[in-house]
């Protein structure tokens, strides 16, 4: 599986020569959960090319509003139907069905109630959907099936530090316009993949049809990379694990393409260290095999936005029939105060 193009239907429709992804609604319980961190792969995953950190960002789409007028957090591709995720934290002075009267912002991520909005690829809102008591946002994945597709969550939130809901499991479920899911709707599949773990996030490498998961045990934080079909079918064996490195700023986001895992970090113009006009956004780039660092270059794209703060990164395929071309999309919040809005931006070079 490792060194095999596993993507989605329609490439299965334009060429042959790529094995197709697919998935179903079933729901089933999850499977045995690993005890503690996984050993290390038996063998070293096949070598993929990786992107050049140095090379300049283009726009993919610049300051669109989201559903919510909150910062958004993470984002994913459905390469097939040309559609971009975004995950923000709910805006307070909501009230959806079901609740007494509006909700503040604080009590929203409290609990961890989000707003899924899905764009298209110049940034128009085509839907929405809300999550309560998902989490806080860190990382989605997208799994195109059909003309919609199935999203990777986190889910189970918990509010360990008082104030900020945080997923304690991952979740699969179907984009469906206007809906409100709660962790019991039965239309949210929900995993524990490493017994202990929380702080769980989750996204997909849709040129190699796995997962990543990134997750908080004992205390530290690490990676782990699986099979996605694998895991649909509860099977939770890793093709790889490895620590998260060191880093010097706020962590944003984190992606996998074939060996390498891809880190973001960095905070808003004047807070946390970062100087106005020059940010402090890294990239990072991790070998999945022997857990070191590659590469860590400062991202000078999207410099001339008054607010810009990182807010996820993720794989994206504008050719599903080429899934040796990809980009490495990386999101800014933008706007302002009661009205943030979303740049993607991206780099396609490989060496």
């Not at 070293?44 to 140095?54: G, K, M, Q, V, Y």
């Not at 609990?111 to 806080?136: I, P, S």
């Not at 949210?188 to 993949?193: I, N």
Request: aromatic share 10%; hydrophobic share 40%; glycine share 12%.
């Amino acid at each position: 599986m490792s060194g095999q193009w596993n993507i989605s239907r329609r490439a299965l429709l334009r060429t042959a020569a790529i094995t197709a992804v697919t998935g179903t609604g079933t729901l089933r319980a999850a499977g045995p959960a690993l005890a503690g961190p996984p050993p290390a792969p038996p063998a070293p995953l096949d070598p993929s090319a990786r992107f050049e950190l140095t090379a300049p960002g283009q726009e993919l789409f610049g300051n669109r509003p989201l559903h919510d007028a909150t910062v958004p957090q993470s984002l994913a591709f459905d390469n097939d139907n040309e559609h971009v995720y975004v995950v923000q934290l709910m805006a307070g002075g909501k009230q959806l069905p079901g609740e007494p009267a509006p909700v503040s912002g604080a009590v929203r991520s409290y609990q961890g109630d989000l707003c899924l909005t899905r764009l298209d690829l110049a940034g128009h809102e085509l839907g929405h959907m809300y999550l309560k008591g998902f989490g806080h946002g860190v990382q989605i994945g997208a799994e195109p099936l059909g003309d919609s597709a199935f999203l990777w969550t986190e889910v189970n939130s918990v509010a360990d530090d008082g104030t900020n809901g945080w997923g304690t499991r991952i979740a699969r479920f179907r984009f469906t316009d206007g809906a409100v899911l709660t962790p019991d709707s039965p239309e949210v599949r929900r995993m524990q993949l490493i017994a202990g773990a929380d702080r769980t996030t989750c996204g997909v490498d849709p040129a190699f049809g796995r997962l990543v998961m990134r997750y908080r045990l004992n205390g530290a934080f690490r990676y782990g990379l699986y099979d996605l079909a694998d895991v649909r079918r509860n099977r939770f064996v890793p093709l790889a694990d490895v620590a998260q490195p060191a880093l010097s700023y706020s962590f944003q986001g984190y992606t996998s393409y074939g060996d390498r895992l891809y880190l973001l970090e960095g905070s808003s113009y004047g807070s946390g260290g970062s100087t106005p006009g020059i940010g402090n956004t890294y990239l990072t780039c991790v070998d999945w095999t022997t857990s070191v660092v590659l590469d860590r270059q400062l991202v000078t794209d999207a410099q001339s936005l008054p607010f810009r703060e990182p807010e996820g990164l993720a794989i994206q395929l504008p050719d599903v029939t080429r899934p040796d071309l990809p980009r490495l999309a990386f999101a800014f919040a933008s706007g302002v105060v009661g009205a943030r809005t979303t740049s993607v931006w991206y780099k396609d070079l490989l060496v």
